[in-house]
């Protein structure tokens, strides 16, 4: 097992990677407050995993709240479900909430955690290979908006993330793709060398061959606790995060959530970004060529669905959370392996880009 | 205009009492950091007040959201109403709400502002006597839910306090004397010369004697400033400010949020308290009689709805947010103007008064 630890002073917690962590049932209980704890998961993962979560919880007041699955429930309405199971087993503000699922599970947690008697605690045990490497670690929790994706939600970080890496046996295929898109992300943000390493590797992930995995797992989340404990409020760094994601949220609001997994969406706003990048003279074609190769190697989708019009792209982005004052923000590329966080693009550029003017 | 400033560190702000500050428009002004805002009130302060909001917004991006008015409406669907509004009007995170009302508005604009893309700035503008002495200080906010009262919700402070005391010349009597069930709890808590002023001043106060309005808020937010400002998070003293509401609480959510107002249902259960504090040894039958008759002549009710069982309030009180690991903690008095929070109270004792087996 491998224990990273994001650095957040008082609110500082490990992440543990590893095999057969389900088994181990001190790594949740530690991290326990009170007497009792309530599981969130959904219809998939419930017969798969909820079992290993009881048998950890014997000696604790529990109970599970069993959602159905996708990101199409993940808004109030679900929510409320979660605040009602709270509230019939009377969950107090020492009750500790368990998110075990993949991100829509693990949002919608973190947010009743957070808003749940103005706050009580949760551990993140993910099930996906997208929320071990990104949406599980860094306190970012909250619903979709038919208007908007992740409109409404708070900063709330876990106890702990428990990442059982032998749970990735039962993913789809598609989820495992989804997954890569966000790994393959850190790579395109700041780590050319894991980009090469990708690469290399990309055969033995979508074999799933263990070891690739952990080690993608791990280099992943090291990543993310490094960006997060310099910047969780996101007033810098870490929108760089974002990457693809203005694009992306406006293809998973647009489609309807649940239609193109989020991990997707991001894979083909990662290449909308490179395209803009390549309009502002940033990336070459070349390079351009390189990035939706990985993708289209992971299996993902690079080109955003012919339904959609470039005013469809502008009506959603303009309402995305890196909006300030009425300007739009993007995350674009520098080079391969350095993207920054920019206002500053041809508007142009952007519109040939959203209007299917493909550069090439 | 007297300024009182609640100090949070980098989080402190000013809270202006005064007559006409709503003509005054750089109050509101110098708080907003965007180039936007929007408000948020009722149907019915909206006719009487939104005009001079608006007036004083004239330089800004602003639009105004106007909720049905009532406890009844604070709840996810109406804050739902909100973010919609949020979302088609294009606010960023930039974007100022402000809470033109009661508690409703300022509890579920504050929530709304806390959860709104995780998190904006907010002004509080109070409307109500209420509001004005409680809830529009000290960053509780949140929304109801069937089964418990402020079950949802987030601490988020705002950026000021603007109370314009001439906005109590349009308030019904009734909801005067529901602000005043929170004015005498401050006496009830730590101030017994505040009781004694109160005894003697009543009669101005219903008369809305501008002065005496003006010096029973002024007090009583230095009181809710001190202590918040000493345990924001309320891990300690902050519970005495809530005195009367586990009880109340139950009130609220058994008759149907609104059918009580909350400051009546909080007369009532600082009187319940009252009559537990007597069975505890702590109070006289004479002290009891005194906090009853304070309460009755501020036309408050001091009896709870015959319809409640023992048993109705056993359910709601078990989900009361001072219950931790299933022990139920109350606010209680150990002297006239001296309250204390405690587990270790008589359950038998509680039956009784719970049962309505009354003690005097």
């Known amino acids: 097992m491998q224990t990273l630890n994001l650095d957040l002073g008082d609110r500082s917690y490990p992440i543990y990677i590893g095999q057969g962590l389900l088994q181990r049932p001190e790594l949740l209980t530690e991290h326990l407050q009170g007497k009792s704890a309530i599981a969130v998961t959904n219809t998939t993962i419930a017969p798969l995993y909820l079992a290993a979560v009881t048998t950890a919880l014997a000696a604790y007041k ?15 309405a679900t929510l409320d479900q979660i605040y009602t199971h709270l509230l019939e087993h009377q969950a107090d503000r020492k009750t500790t909430l368990l998110a075990l ?24 045990v993910p099930t996906t290979l997208l929320a071990m490497v990104d949406s599980s670690v860094g306190g970012k929790t909250g619903v979709n908006h038919p208007l908007g994706k992740n409109m409404i939600g708070a900063f709330h970080q876990p106890q702990a993330v428990i990442i059982d890496t032998d749970t990735l046996n039962t993913l789809a295929d598609r989820e495992l793709s ?10 395109l943000i700041r780590d050319p060398e894991f980009l090469t390493w990708l690469d290399t590797e990309m055969e033995a992930l979508l ?17 993310k606790a490094e960006i997060v404990a310099a910047d969780e409020r996101e007033s810098g760094q ?12 406006a293809i998973e609001a647009a489609m309807g959530y649940g239609q193109w997994l989020h991990g997707e969406a991001v894979a083909t ?11 502002m003279g940033w990336l070459t074609q070349a390079e351009l060529h390189v990035i939706r190769h990985l993708l289209e190697r992971a299996g993902l989708p690079t080109e955003p669905p012919t339904t959609m019009t470039g005013d469809d792209f502008m009506r959603f982005m303009s309402v995305d959370k890196k909006v300030l004052d ?14 920054i966080v920019t206002a500053d693009f041809d508007p142009a550029a952007l519109n040939r880009v959203l209007h299917r003017d493909r550069v090439s």
């Open 62 to 76: 529990h109970s599970a709240v069993i959602l159905p699955d996708g990101e199409a429930y993940k808004n109030l």
């Open 101 to 124: 699922g993949g991100g829509v599970v693990g949002d919608m947690t973190g947010f009743a955690a957070a808003s749940y008697q103005r706050g009580i605690n949760f551990i993140q």
């Open 178 to 187: 989804a997954g890569l898109a966000e790994v393959i992300k850190y790579g």
């Open 207 to 223: 074999a799933r061959d263990p070891e690739a995995l952990s080690y993608a797992i791990e280099r992943s989340c090291r990543h």
């Open 238 to 249: 870490r929108a760089l995060l974002n990457l693809g994601h203005t694009f992306g949220h």
């Open 269 to 279: 706003g990662m290449v909308m970004a490179a395209e803009l990048s390549v309009q």
């Open 326 to 339: 009425g300007s739009l923000r993007l995350v674009l590329m520098k080079s391969l392996g350095e993207s």
